[in-house]
């Protein structure tokens, strides 16, 4: 697509429930990237993936959060038992991994708001 | 390891007055860095980076940050803002040798008043 594209853009919980954010890259961006953005701060880093694989998963906060890109492009986070201190707006962002390098530009979508009450 | 301050929450100011959001970084080894802005119900979009070479960059919007690196410092200026500049800058570092994992900071809202 034309550029990422983030669903649900809004998502209401309750606390304990499982939840499922959806990102579709952009096409033939081999790097992705979920960022956790709280309000007032700044997005912070949660996991990145080189094609299929998790290449850096140390900004998952905890054993709650898991990410998925099975086929190299969509990506799910999934977070089980959620926290009212889960509310966020959860970032993704893609870019032309290959050759992976700091000066790669990464496109963000819009976000998923999720609200746990 | 990487960090990021932005020394202002918040920045308001009048139409057509110039402007300077601050940004200083720390990190042990040579950075990249960048400016993405976010409009009200947007996704960030990147303004400008520092990559190497001259040490000015500048936005097609008339924005212009400057790397300085004995201050360790990217601050972003523009002279003349407009009220469509009101948005959440947010100041950011990458590792040259690394893939893409920015650090932000927490971001300056700059408002714009007529």
């Known amino acids: 697509g034309a550029g990422v594209s983030q669903t649900p853009s809004n998502k209401v919980t309750e606390k304990g429930k499982y939840v499922e954010l959806r990102c579709d890259p952009i096409s033939g961006h081999t790097a992705l990237y979920w960022y956790r953005q709280s309000l007032g701060q700044g997005p912070e880093f949660l996991i990145y993936?080189?094609?299929?694989?998790?290449?850096?998963d140390s900004g998952l906060p905890n054993d709650r959060f898991f990410a998925v890109r099975p086929e190299g492009s969509v990506s799910t986070l999934k977070i089980q038992r959620t926290e009212r201190g889960d509310s966020a707006v959860y970032l993704c962002?893609?870019?032309?991994?290959?050759?992976?390098?700091?000066?790669?530009?990464?496109?963000f979508g819009a976000g998923s708001r999720l609200t746990v009450l | 390891a990487q960090s990021v301050t932005q020394l202002d929450s918040q920045v308001p100011v009048f139409e057509e007055a110039p402007v300077e959001l601050r940004c200083n970084y720390s990190s042990s080894v040579s950075v990249y860095l960048f400016w993405y802005v976010q409009y009200p119900n947007q996704g960030l979009q990147l303004l400008l980076k520092?990559?190497?070479?001259?040490?000015l960059v500048e936005s097609i919007n008339g924005f212009e940050a400057e790397f300085n690196k004995s201050q360790t410092s990217f601050h972003l200026r523009k002279p003349s803002v407009h009220i469509s500049d009101t948005a959440e800058y947010f100041c950011a570092v990458s590792d040259p040798g690394g893939y893409n994992k920015l650090i932000f900071g927490a971001g300056t809202r700059l408002a714009v008043h007529p």
């Open positions: 962002a893609s870019s032309p991994g290959v050759p992976a390098s700091g000066a790669n530009v990464l496109t």
């Open positions: 520092y990559l190497s070479g001259s040490t």
């Open positions: 993936f080189q094609g299929t694989g998790a290449a850096d």
